[in-house]
Every structure is written in structure tokens, then in C-alpha cells.
């Protein structure tokens, strides 16, 4: 089993749609959580942290749901400018390195 | 703000050859980095380190070496270019093992 899945998409979305993505880990001793954006072929960027409550950072909420273990993010009025990869990253703090990168999920937001 | 810097930013190298890929970041993290990206794959870990003097293998290391002499610099090393490594490169650091990590733009090799 994956350390980190997700749904590679492409989810196909008009401008101004809602769309939420979510991300599986396997390891329930995960301890850090973080949403990563990539532009074709760029580096990955810090899209936000994860945190145990939840928490909105402008159009983009992340959620953590610990039982069901899964990440998930919600991006609301989505614009053209959002159209990229959004990774999923989890980390295991307990061990010396244990960062693991989900694949991404593809999303295109078209006019 | 420098953050990660990777140099060279694209290089072409023939089967057999050597060569170094440069990776310093000026945040003073103690976790670097280098992974690979290929189309369909997502990214893979090479090799990692927690500290000067400290390096370790990730999921990828064949033809590969590492060293961290500074907190600073963390080149990688590849010993006889494949066609196989043909691949996008990115070095990243962060402070600390629950901290998000910091990317470098990237080195796009080919090997022919």
C-alpha cells in the first residue's frame, strides 16, 4: 500500500466551480500535514499547512480528518490561475526522514 | 531572498560522464534534500541529510553520492551518467522534520 495516495485526476472544472480534493495516508503516526501546488515542469510550492482543526487561507480550506486518515483541500471560486498539481505531503516526524509526497491530483479550471 | 539555489538550471551530459549538481540553501536548515521527477511517477527521494556530516539514502540512491560538508551545500553527485537519469532534479531543505519544505527550481538533465 502507498504511503500517500491520491486521485491524479484531471478534475475539469469551469471558473467560479468549487472543487475539493482529498489525500489517504497510510501511516496513522503521521504528524504534519501540508498541501503543495506545482506548475508544469516548476518546483513544487507551499500551497498551507495542514492543522488538526482545520483551516481557511483565503479560497483554499484544508481539512484533517485523523480517524479516517485523509487530508483534504477545498477551493472555492476557482480561477484560471489555479489550474496546476496540487501535491499532498505527509510527515512522520517520529523517524529520521518520512516525508512522502502523494502523486498529485491534476486540476484544469477552464473559462 | 536567495532560499534554495540549484545550479546548473539545465545540462546535457553523454552516457559515462560525471558531473555535480549544486544545491546550497542560506536559511540554515538542517534538512536537505534531492529528489527526482519523473512524467507519471511524482517525486522520489535520492538521498537526504539531517545535518552536517549526516546523509542517508532515500527510495533512489543507485548512481548517486551525496555529502553535506557544510549546513550550507548539498551536491549531488552523479558517477556515470545513465540514460535513465534523464530526469528533472530538485533540491529542497527545511528547519525542521514536522516544518513544510523549500524547493529549489530545479536542474533539467538529459543524457544521451
Known amino acids: 500500500r502507498k504511503e500517500v495516495e491520491q486521485d491524479p485526476g484531471p478534475f475539469n472544472v469551469p471558473e467560479g466551480a468549487t472543487v475539493a480534493f482529498n489525500c489517504t495516508y497510510s501511516n496513522s503516526a503521521s504528524q504534519s500535514f501540508f498541501w503543495y501546488r506545482q506548475d508544469c515542469r516548476k518546483e513544487p510550492k507551499l500551497l498551507m499547512s495542514?492543522?488538526?482543526s482545520g483551516n481557511e487561507d483565503g479560497r483554499f480550506t484544508a481539512q484533517l480528518n485523523r480517524a479516517s486518515q485523509y487530508i483534504s483541500l477545498l477551493i472555492r471560486d476557482s480561477k484560471l490561475s489555479d489550474s496546476a498539481t496540487y501535491l499532498c505531503v505527509v510527515a512522520d516526524t517520529l523517524s529520521g526522514y518520512a516525508l512522502n509526497f502523494g502523486k498529485g491530483t491534476s486540476l484544469l479550471v477552464t473559462p | 531572498n536567495a532560499g534554495v539555489t540549484q545550479t546548473p538550471k539545465f545540462q546535457v551530459l553523454k552516457t559515462g560522464q560525471s558531473m555535480t549538481l549544486q544545491c546550497a540553501q542560506d536559511m540554515n536548515h538542517e534538512y536537505m534534500s534531492w529528489y527526482r521527477q519523473d512524467p507519471g511517477m511524482g517525486l522520489r527521494l535520492i538521498h537526504y541529510s539531517v545535518g552536517a556530516g549526516i546523509t542517508d539514502q532515500g527510495e533512489v540512491p543507485n548512481g548517486y553520492n551525496v555529502s553535506r560538508s557544510t549546513t550550507e551545500d548539498f551536491p549531488l553527485r552523479l558517477l556515470s551518467a545513465a540514460p535513465s537519469q534523464t530526469s528533472v532534479y530538485f533540491c529542497?531543505?527545511?528547519?525542521?522534520?514536522?516544518?513544510?519544505?523549500?524547493f529549489g527550481d530545479g536542474t533539467r538533465l538529459s543524457i544521451l
Open positions: 495542514v492543522y488538526s
Open positions: 529542497a531543505s527545511r528547519e525542521q522534520s514536522n516544518q513544510p519544505q523549500h
